[in-house]
């Protein structure tokens, strides 16, 4: 095997639920196939049109928690009343590989995941232009039922209170020009130092 010239990034995107941040990663996924997705593993139902091991992983309370005690997930947290977690397995081979991996997940996943990998992570929250816009987005996604929707614009605020301890913040106003400072988002990481193995090596060669 070659060894890859870097590690990869855990490019992590969190945001209010309908602020648009699984828009922005799969934009990112489609413009860029070798950007991997962290699945997460998750005890909520699948939406209309969700795919078992695409969107999430769906597991019952009892499995999920099996996993969390086996340490097969990287983080997890309750979100929504729900349990959400990372496999653990796919983004450590991805890292390993030069795989920059996307993760959609909340502030608490966040703080578990750069105080579990400090080198590996960069992230960006993304804000709703304004409460009015992220509620009709909700609505018009039609993918929730009210009560569902009440749930997550209570939950709202909490999660946006978080916006500080993210490396960048953007406002997804016009979704391709939040497409695009995501993007930059990235390719900013991939250029910081500490991931330039090949780097490391080159000015090795350089002995007089
Ligand atoms: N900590 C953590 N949060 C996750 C994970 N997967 C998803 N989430 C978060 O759980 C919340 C609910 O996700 P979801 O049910 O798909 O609803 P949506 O955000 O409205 O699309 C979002 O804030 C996600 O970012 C995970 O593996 N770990
Ligand atoms: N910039 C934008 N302007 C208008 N609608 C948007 C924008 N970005 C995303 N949306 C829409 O808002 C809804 C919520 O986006 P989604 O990506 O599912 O949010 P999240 O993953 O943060 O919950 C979707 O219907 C999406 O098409």
Redesign the pocket.
């Known amino acids: 095997m070659t060894r890859p010239s870097r590690r990869g990034v855990c490019f992590i995107i969190s945001?209010p639920?309908?602020?648009?941040?699984?828009?922005?990663a799969n934009a990112l996924r489609a413009s860029e196939p070798s950007l991997k997705h962290s699945v997460s593993v998750t005890t909520r139902q699948p939406r209309p049109g969700e795919v078992e091991g695409v969107h999430y992983h769906f597991r019952d309370l009892e499995t999920f928690r099996s996993m969390a005690e086996k340490g097969e997930l990287l983080e997890w947290a309750e979100v929504f009343g729900r349990g959400y977690g990372t496999p653990r397995q796919p983004v450590e081979e991805a890292l390993a590989a030069g795989h920059d991996m996307v993760f959609?997940i909340d502030w608490q996943g966040h703080r578990l995941m750069r105080a579990a990998m400090p080198d590996d992570v960069v992230s960006l929250f993304?804000l709703p232009p304004s409460l009015e816009e992220l509620e009709r987005?909700?609505h018009?996604?039609a993918s929730d039922h009210p009560e569902e929707i009440e749930k997550r614009m209570r939950a709202a605020l909490d999660e946006i209170s978080h916006w500080s301890e993210f490396d960048h913040v953007i406002v997804?106003?016009?979704?391709d020009s939040?497409i695009g400072q995501a993007r930059s988002v990235l390719q900013s990481a991939r250029q910081v130092t500490r991931r330039q193995t090949g780097i490391a090596e080159m000015v090795k060669t350089f002995s007089r």
């Open positions: 945001a639920s309908g602020a648009g941040k699984s828009t922005i959609d993304v987005r909700l018009r996604r997804n106003n016009e979704l939040a």
